[in-house]
């Protein structure tokens, strides 16, 4: 017993890049890994299955609506990883979501609703009603935008 094999396989970086991993020996085991226990993590504690889910779904910024293009011209229109309620421990795909790097930056440790107020949100016509599907899902329980009493 134990066929000898290679394996090569690759991981997907948050960044794009792919990490090449190659194993040589040992009898073949499952690869796959079961969703619900993790499986690979990035440096976000984001398992690959709700990051998969959130690029999936988000294609736009969840705030302002910029589209994520392949290649964006500007560094600010770029996708960047939110937590749509400050709450680190959320990771959740109501929680987890994708907007771009000019939303995240201003929104920075702000509170939902309170960011929503601000000159950046009122400039750009970003409403509780203009905002992604998941982000009024998050206004709806938690009406205080999770910012600190
Ligand atoms: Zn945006």
Not at 1 to 30: D, E, Q
Not at 52 to 60: H, K, Q
Not at 98 to 107: E, L, P, V
Not at 134 to 148: F, K
């Amino acid at each position: 017993m134990g066929t000898l094999i290679t394996r090569t396989w690759y991981c997907r970086w948050p960044t794009g890049g792919r990490v090449k991993h190659v194993a040589h020996g040992g009898t073949a085991r499952r690869l796959s890994v079961d969703n619900a226990s993790g499986g690979g993590m990035n440096r976000w504690s984001i398992p690959d299955w709700l990051e998969g889910e959130v690029i999936a779904r988000d294609r736009r910024c969840v705030y302002c609506g910029v589209a994520f293009a392949a290649q964006s011209v500007r560094r600010r229109d770029r996708p960047s990883r939110e937590h749509i309620i400050n709450d680190a421990r959320r990771i959740t795909r109501a929680n987890i979501a994708r907007c771009c790097i000019g939303c995240n930056a201003s929104k920075g440790t702000k509170g939902l609703v309170a960011w929503l107020q601000s000159p950046y949100a009122m400039a750009r016509g970003i409403t509780p009603e203009s905002v992604a599907a998941v982000v009024r899902a998050a206004l709806q329980s938690e009406p205080s935008g999770g910012s600190t009493p």
